[in-house]
């Protein structure tokens, strides 16, 4: 059974995995460093303790002790009570959900360890905002894509927004990052995968057209919000295609036309 401690003391060092949680660049830097996330809320808790994540610690507000009792008895990591008050001169916000907790990072597998059992793959290139990373992996759960490869400089699915945006679902898909990009997407064609470029762009066929569905393997590449794929990304792709548009609205946000392309690739494969 874990230990139940309480803290009164914004400054106490047991705390120091909460610290400054809204310094997007500061924990930009120090997770990954210090080998750790910060999962928030109970469902969220729960997928990531189910996902196989060591818990380090958890954050807890005194109602949301009862609520995680389970947890506490069957882990051994610290559970820390505090007050809400506390908690916020902490995290530097209102924690809402009342219960975070603070999880030891997996060593991240290989694109190519990925790409041998999968057939629909992800591949996002500068995708940076931590709701569009979220809203992209929670989506690539549901709809049934089997893994995820990011270019070197996309945002980290791990950050506590993504995570909390994704609802635990960065847990259920793998990810793993190119080391080069676009020369990356070399290994993704040499695996057997047909590269399907994301675009607005009138050049691309439609997805209806394009029928992504009946390919065998297919990597469908997704760009940053506004700017889209690059010229590099666009060029090493095998086809473009789109999703056709109605009442003069050009594009969509990154996480929608996510979420449309995601079930075109694999409406009509047989688990479905």
């Known amino acids: 059974m874990a230990d139940l401690i309480t803290v009164e003391d914004p400054d106490d060092p047991r705390l120091h995995d909460y ?3 809204t310094d997007v660049e500061l924990r930009r830097k120090r997770e990954p460093a210090e080998g750790l996330f910060i999962a928030e809320g109970e469902k969220v808790i729960r997928r990531a303790k189910d996902a196989g994540y060591e818990m380090r610690s958890m954050l807890l507000s005194a109602k949301w002790v009862d609520v995680m009792c389970d947890v506490i008895d069957e882990l051994p990591a610290p559970v820390y009570a505090v007050s809400p008050e506390l908690a916020e001169q902490v995290t530097g916000y209102h924690v809402h959900r009342g219960a975070l907790a603070s999880m030891q990072r997996k060593p991240l597998p290989t694109a190519g360890d990925l790409l041998q059992a999968a057939r629909r793959v992800v591949v996002m290139e500068s995708v940076n905002d931590h709701t569009n990373i979220g809203a992209i992996f929670r989506s690539a759960a549901a709809l049934g894509m089997d893994a995820v490869l990011l270019s070197p400089d996309c945002a980290d699915p791990l950050y506590r927004r993504s995570v909390k ?11 793993a990052r190119l080391d080069t990009w676009p020369k990356g997407l070399d290994s993704v064609r040499e695996a057997g995968f047909t590269l399907l470029a994301l675009t607005p762009d009138a050049k691309a066929r439609t997805l209806d057209e394009a029928a992504p569905h009946k390919m065998d393997r297919v990597a469908l590449m997704l760009g940053a919000e506004g700017d889209g794929l690059t010229t590099q990304a666009l060029v090493a792709a095998d086809e473009w295609v789109r999703i056709p548009m109605a009442h003069g609205v050009d ?3 990154v996480g929608a036309a996510a979420a449309v ?5 694999a409406t009509g494969r047989p688990q479905f």
């Open 251 to 253: 594009s969509l946000n």
């Open 261 to 265: 392309a995601f079930y075109a690739v």
């Open 19 to 21: 610290t400054g949680l």
């Open 165 to 175: 945006v994704s609802m635990g679902a960065v847990f259920s898909v793998p990810y």
